[in-house]
T-cell receptor, first 114, second 117 residues
Framework: AQTVTQSQPEMSVQEAETVTLSCTYDTSESDYYLFWYKQPPSRQMILVIRQEAYKQQNATENRFSVNFQKAAKSFSLKISDSQLGDAAMYFCAYMTGSARQLTFGSGTQLTVLP | DTEVTQTPKHLVMGMTNKKSLKCEQHMGHRAMYWYKQKAKKPPELMFVYSYEKLSINESVPSRFSPECPNSSLLNLHLHALQPEDSALYLC????????????????FGPGTRLTVL
């Protein structure tokens, strides 16, 4: 069974600084997708970034980028120039290419300090 | 446009009530999902509909009854709920990859906060 592990239940970052959230996963599949979702206090689950396993290039979306290490099964999220609006619970998620289900990590609560 | 809408935003119901949650998307997605989420926990999958047919039921109690009347609409009918069913109920939708059964990125609605008294 696939598992997703987020080992940092809570993290904090100073406004305008950079922070990295960790995620590791366990799978024997070769075709899969990885996601980071953000859930602010409003509790809307918002897609931050997506990575296809077959792509070697790391995905980026403005201030958000990932460090995808396929051999190490690691998928960390880097947030640059952190803003107060980045404060949220961040979930790492995995989906195989043949499945219809997301497997979520336990989440990392990010606090941004002014 | 990646919008999924859910109504109502908040719902308070007694254990003997019958109520329904509604989810709508107009992105042409053919897979729709219900999740249950407790505070500070990840979402737990309840049901998946593919092409308006129930394809996954994660052993959810029968007091939750899903319905997919058309490709844009997903309902969750609630009856005789328990206080432990109080949670945020999230709906999501995604494309189904052509020529396969697998699905693409899931987009979530804002959720319905349900309180069962």
């Amino acid at each position: 069974a696939q598992t997703v592990t987020q080992s940092q239940p809570e993290m904090s970052v100073q406004e305008a600084e950079t922070v990295t959230l960790s995620c590791t996963y366990d799978t024997s599949e070769s075709d899969y997708y990885l996601f980071w979702y953000k859930q602010p206090p409003s509790r809307q689950m918002i897609l931050v970034i997506r990575q296809e396993a077959y792509k070697q290039q790391n995905a980026t979306e403005n201030r958000f980028s990932v460090n995808f290490q396929k051999a190490a099964k690691s998928f960390s999220l880097k947030i640059s120039d952190s803003q107060l609006g980045d404060a949220a619970m961040y979930f790492c998620a995995y989906m195989t290419g043949s499945a219809r289900q997301l497997t979520f990590g336990s989440g990392t609560q990010l606090t941004v300090l002014p | 446009d990646t919008e999924v809408t859910q109504t109502p935003k908040h719902l308070v119901m007694g254990m003997t009530n019958k109520k329904s949650l509604k989810c709508e998307q107009h992105m042409g997605h053919r897979a729709m999902y219900w999740y249950k989420q407790k505070a500070k926990k990840p979402p737990e999958l309840m049901f998946v509909y593919s092409y308006e047919k129930l394809s996954i039921n994660e052993s959810v109690p029968s007091r939750f009854s899903p319905e997919c009347p058309n490709s844009s609409l997903l309902n969750l009918h609630l009856h005789a709920l328990q206080p432990e069913d109080s949670a945020l109920y999230l709906c999501a939708s995604s494309q189904i990859r052509s020529g396969s059964k697998s699905t693409d990125t899931q987009y979530f609605g804002p959720g319905t906060r349900l309180t069962v008294l």
